[in-house]
Nanobody, 129 residues
Framework: QVQLVESGGGLVQPGGSLRLSCAAS????????IGWFRQAPGKEREGVSC????????TYADSVKGRFTISRGNAKNTVYLQMTSLKPEDTAVYYC??????????????????????WGQGTQVTVSS
């Protein structure tokens, strides 16, 4: 069974850090591009970061550039999103999803949810004092 499971969310103060994990079962994550998305209440789901399968290149939304880092775990079939200098506007449910091997993250200004599949259930991130 193909499944993605996100974890690592929680409540953190502004300026704090969290590391989200996206663990895969039933398939090998290295064979896919991975996208992290988030959805705040009343807003559309938006692309946050992406890592390509072909060369490991990464992209970030302008709002998180310099603060978030996406990476693949070593032999653990997991992708991480390290989030630092968190702001209240980062509050959202965070999701990971996959795109086909040929999907090259840098070819797109921002990842579109419609291009990704096998969504996880999401993990809540709340940034508040």
């Amino acid at each position: 069974q193909v499944q993605l499971v996100e974890s690592g969310g929680g409540l953190v103060q502004p300026g704090g850090s969290l590391r989200l994990s996206c663990a895969a079962s039933g398939f090998t994550l290295d064979n896919y591009a991975i996208g992290w998305f988030r959805q705040a209440p009343g807003k559309e789901r938006e692309g946050v970061s992406c890592i390509s399968s072909s060369d490991g290149s990464t992209t970030y939304a302008d709002s998180v550039k310099g603060r978030f880092t996406i990476s693949r775990g070593n032999a653990k079939n997991t992708v991480y999103l390290q989030m630092t200098s968190l702001k209240p506007e980062d509050t959202a449910v965070y999701y990971c999803a996959i795109a086909p091997t040929y999907y090259y993250c840098s070819a797109y200004g921002r990842q579109r949810p419609v291009d990704f599949g096998s969504w996880g259930q999401g993990t809540q991130v709340t940034v508040s004092s």
